[in-house]
């Protein structure tokens, strides 16, 4: 199976700060990433697919990029609603879906 | 819309079983697969497999074959996820899933979820 490495696993940040968290693929997985965003309690949501390509809904803040291994998720202005943890997954090779091992956005 | 509600907590003893349901409504239960997804306490998400509620097939992870059965009941557009000989490390939230529209770029990701059943193993 395909493994997903995000990195770092949790940091803490301000209202207002760009943040990038980083996902790296084993093997080559073109662009079939996705990103979700989970709060406490509550499943996971969609945010990202196909690497760079926004979900319905989502905020223009949100923005991901890469291609092949690696692949990076950004948010331009983080605002307090933003505190979660984010996963990345892969779905070039499935089963089985796999997914990163998440990575927690703490309020600084 | 679609809405996958799932059943309520259990608490299970090690060696017991477990089955979970996930009601579907809002589109054709027949007509996408449904996952099974689970989160450890603190931990990152686990794909347990999927079951195609048209013709009950089925795909595990390796890490469950052998201690998972997936149903469905078409008459109640319900899937089922069963897992047996629990252990401790067995407590988990467990999320169903579907997958995205056919005609999205989302399709093949699950951008669909029940709220969670929480399983506790525990003597």
């Known amino acids: 199976a395909i493994r997903m490495t995000q990195s770092p696993s949790s940091f803490s940040a301000s209202t207002g700060d760009r943040v990038t968290i980083t996902c790296r693929a084993s093997?080559?997985?073109?662009?079939?990433l996705a990103w979700y965003q989970q709060k406490p309690g509550k499943a996971p949501k969609l945010l990202i697919y196909?690497?760079?390509t926004l979900q319905s809904g989502v905020p223009s803040r949100f923005s991901g990029s890469g291609s092949g291994t690696d692949f990076t998720l950004t948010i331009s202005c983080l605002q307090s609603e933003d505190f979660a943890t984010y996963y990345c997954?892969?779905?070039?090779?499935?089963?089985?879906?796999?997914f990163g091992q998440g990575t927690k956005v703490e309020i600084k | 819309q679609v809405q996958l509600v799932q059943s309520g907590a259990e608490v299970k003893k090690p060696g017991a079983s477990v089955k979970v349901s996930c009601k579907a409504s809002?589109?054709?239960?027949?007509?996408?697969?449904m996952h099974w997804v689970r989160q450890a306490p603190g931990q990152g998400l686990e794909w347990m497999g999927w079951?195609?509620?048209?013709?009950?097939?089925?795909n595990y992870a390796q890490k469950f074959q052998g201690r998972v059965t997936m149903t469905r009941d078409t008459s109640i557009s319900t899937a089922y996820m069963e897992l047996s000989r629990l252990r401790s490390d067995d407590t988990a939230v467990y999320y169903c899933?579907?997958?995205?529209?056919?005609?999205?770029?989302?399709?093949?990701?699950?951008?669909?979820w029940g709220q969670g059943t929480l399983v506790t193993v525990s003597s």
């Open positions: 899933a579907r997958e995205g529209p056919r005609s999205s770029g989302w399709y093949r990701l699950p951008g669909y």
């Open positions: 809002g589109y054709t239960f027949t007509g996408y697969y």
């Open positions: 079951i195609n509620p048209n013709s009950g097939g089925t």
């Open positions: 093997q080559g997985i073109s662009s079939y």
């Open positions: 196909a690497a760079s």
């Open positions: 997954q892969q779905y070039y090779s499935y089963p089985p879906w796999t």
